[in-house]
């Protein structure tokens, strides 16, 4: 068709001034857009899960077995822990002696579901036996008890929970252990362990004896149990497990047959937990 007089041609675009070229159509400048836009959220999701790539394609933890300690194992993987001086010298006295858990060390490696499960947990019933190794001052062991907990009330019947005291930072942890394991001696001693927990006080004997009166406990009592010979046979044994199991720090905890230290995620609890549900009930061997 051509263009006669009173007819106008329409209007041809301006060239690109950084290429001389025609502009590039709407059309195309969308489609131009959205492939950048697609590559830099497949970046972004590679940067971002890059580091999850070994978890995501992984079969499954790995496992390790704990030499003379049948049928344990350690996880060869570790959560968030604390740990402090007496981590790094747990076998070592001031005094240059051997303390007095070192004598708890054949007992426990010649029995440890008895030392480390308790009765109910070594009864090899349903529940999966969850022992735990703690310390009132450490940060971490409150995420993986939260941990525990959450999962025993999602999960009712699934595991039993059994706690062991591992006081490794200092002279409060101390303290506070002994503490614990006296009032366990009264009757009344959760409500002491739930104000203590959740008071955040620095652990000394006076701030004990204020919280045992406090829930109706014996402060007398709870005194000369803190320095008697129940409450000293408990921390030795749980300080020769965490030994045999080589936990230098805190937490520490034992899943059935599975070893690991730190808190680590829900996720891998879980995980854990279901796998050694399908193994089923524990058995030492002595």
């Not at 049928?71 to 240059?96: K, Y």
């Not at 006296?182 to 006080?201: H, I, K, N, T």
Request: proline share 9%; charged share 20%; with cysteine.
């Amino acid at each position: 068709m051509g263009f006669g007089l009173g007819m106008h041609r329409p209007p041809i675009p301006p060239p690109d001034a950084a290429t001389d070229r025609p502009p590039v159509p709407p059309a195309r400048k969308w489609r131009r857009r959205a492939v950048l836009a697609s590559g830099a959220a497949a970046l972004f999701l590679w940067v971002r899960y890059l580091p999850k790539l070994p978890e995501i394609f992984a079969s499954g933890p790995e496992y390790h077995a704990i030499p003379g300690l049948a049928p344990f194992r350690s996880l060869d993987a570790q959560g968030s822990v604390t740990a402090g001086g007496g981590g790094a010298l747990i076998g070592i006295e001031p005094t240059g002696e051997a303390p007095s858990w070192h004598a708890w060390v054949p007992r426990v490696t010649a029995d440890p579901c008895r030392y480390l499960f308790g009765a109910e947990g070594a009864a090899g019933g349903a529940a999966v036996p969850v022992a735990y190794f703690t310390d009132y001052q450490c940060p971490n062991c409150r995420l993986l008890e939260a941990r525990l907990a959450d999962y025993a009330k999602d999960h009712p019947g699934r595991i039993v929970l059994i706690r062991h005291e591992l006081p490794l930072l200092g002279p409060s942890s101390v303290i506070a252990a002994r503490a614990v394991l006296a009032a366990r001696l009264q009757a009344g001693s959760a409500a002491f362990e739930r104000r203590l927990m959740q008071g955040r006080v620095v652990a000394s004997r006076p701030a004990m004896m204020a919280i045992a009166d406090s829930v109706g406990l014996d402060p007398a009592r709870l005194a000369r149990d803190m320095q008697g010979q129940a409450v000293q046979d408990v921390l030795d044994r749980d300080r020769a497990l965490a030994a045999v199991f080589g936990f230098f720090a805190t937490p520490g905890c034992v899943i059935g047959r599975t070893a690991f230290l730190g808190a680590v995620d829900a996720r891998l609890l879980g995980r854990l937990i279901d796998a050694e549900a399908a193994l089923g009930p524990v058995r030492c061997k002595t």
